[in-house]
């Protein structure tokens, strides 16, 4: 029999019992996001109805982008929770999001504040110093 891939429970993807709230938070979040970005768009253009059915499909959508961004990529909860509007979007939109993309090297949590110091070496090229 071939050696099927179970995935891991979903349960053990979230931490603690803690991040639960967290996570339905921004399910629900990147979800309601999603439909007012449709609703925005000029009319006839990938307008999308709201559906329980497409409620649904997008809710697996955000489940499947959490379990990679935890399983596969590594990522805490806070991360893979703030990344899921960009990833669900990507989706709908048919387009490509994830390691695919340039890595980013640094990531700040929503909320943060973070000074950036711009300073100009000898060759003219400047450099960003985070502080």
């Not at 890595?103 to 909320?111: A, D, M, N, Q």
Request: proline fraction near 5%; glycine fraction near 8%.
């Amino acid at each position: 029999m071939a050696n099927v891939h179970t995935p891991q429970p979903f349960g053990e993807l979230l931490g603690d019992k803690a991040s639960l709230a967290a996570v339905t938070q921004g399910f629900l979040d990147a979800i309601a996001d999603s439909y007012r970005t449709d609703a925005s768009r000029r009319e006839g253009y990938m307008r999308t109805q709201v559906t329980d059915t497409e409620t649904r499909r997008r809710f697996a959508l955000c489940e499947r982008w959490f379990r990679t961004f935890r399983a596969e990529y590594g990522w805490g909860v806070r991360r893979s929770v703030e990344m899921l509007p960009s990833a669900l979007r990507a989706d709908l939109d048919g387009l490509k999001f994830g390691r695919d993309e340039p890595e980013v090297s640094t990531w700040v949590p929503r909320g943060s504040e973070v000074e950036v110091q711009v300073e100009e070496n000898p060759h003219g090229v400047h450099d960003e110093v985070g502080n």
